[in-house]
Nanobody, 113 residues
Framework: QVQLVESGGGSVQAGGSLRLSCAAS????????IAWYRQAPGKQRELVAG?????GRNYADSVKGRFTVSRDNTKFYLQMNNLKPEDTAVYYCHGKYGTVSIWGQGTQVTVSS
């Protein structure tokens, strides 16, 4: 069984930055469809950013120009700059191991105005 574990959440003021990390219990290179999602209170979980099979990046319109998704040989990351109060949510990393969809446990990001 493969597990994903997020870290790096916290509380910041508007305009600040955070970097989220996601580690896998197996070789990160065996994980595909890497993406970050978030869920704010009372709202549905939404896609924030992802890395496609061929390495292309895609972003939600609300975070374009502020967030950057990346990966290295051990983890994948979400760099979040110029954070806004509306970015407050629980952030989840997601990936696929073969055909199995895997979610992390989530990490809280709180942005105050």
């Amino acid at each position: 069984q493969v597990q994903l574990v997020e870290s790096g959440g916290g509380s910041v003021q508007a305009g600040g930055s955070l970097r989220l990390s996601c580690a896998a219990s197996r070789n990160i290179n065996s994980i595909s469809d890497i993406a970050w999602y978030r869920q704010a209170p009372g709202k549905q979980r939404e896609l924030v950013a992802g890395i496609g099979i061929r390495g292309g990046r895609n972003y939600a319109d609300s975070v374009k120009g502020r967030f950057t998704v990346s990966r290295d040989n051990t983890k994948f990351y979400l760099q979040m700059n110029n954070l806004k109060p509306e970015d407050t949510a629980v952030y989840y990393c997601h990936g696929k191991y073969g055909t199995v969809s895997i979610w992390g446990q989530g990490t809280q990001v709180t942005v105050s105005s």
